[in-house]
């Protein structure tokens, strides 16, 4: 079975930079998009961005021209670099696998989180 393992999480200024990774025990050739969510307390899940099998990305506007995801398929590995971080991006960020083998049929794979929290 699928597992994702984030990494790179901690506490950091205003301002300041972290760099996410996710680590895949398989390939994340076999999904059609890998992409990173976030949660704050009290809100919903809500997109990051997405990076699909072609290499296309996609973003919330909240972190365009701040984060960029990217994807190392030899690694297996799926990163988040953020920049210019505000205490708004404070959240627990999630990896996210998704494929779809058939239409109406779709897989979503979890990792366990990790805590970015942005000091003011």
């Known amino acids: 079975q699928v597992q994702l393992v984030e990494s790179g999480g901690g506490l950091v200024q205003a301002g300041g930079s972290l760099r996410l990774s996710c680590a895949a025990s398989?390939?994340?050739?076999?999904?059609?998009?890998m992409a990173w969510y976030r949660q704050a307390p009290g809100k919903q899940r809500e997109l990051v961005g997405g990076?699909?099998?072609?290499?296309?990305?996609n973003y919330a506007d909240s972190v365009k021209g701040r984060f960029t995801i990217s994807r190392d398929n030899a690694k297996n590995t799926v990163a988040l670099q953020m920049n210019s971080l505000k205490p708004e991006d404070t959240a627990v960020y999630y990896c996210?696998?998704?494929?779809?083998?058939?239409?109406?049929?779709?897989?979503?794979?979890w990792g366990q989180g990790t805590q970015v929290t942005v000091s003011s």
């Open positions: 996210n696998a998704r494929r779809g083998p058939r239409v109406g049929l779709q897989y979503e794979y």
């Open positions: 398989g390939s994340i050739s076999s999904f059609n998009r």
């Open positions: 990076i699909s099998l072609n290499g296309s990305t």
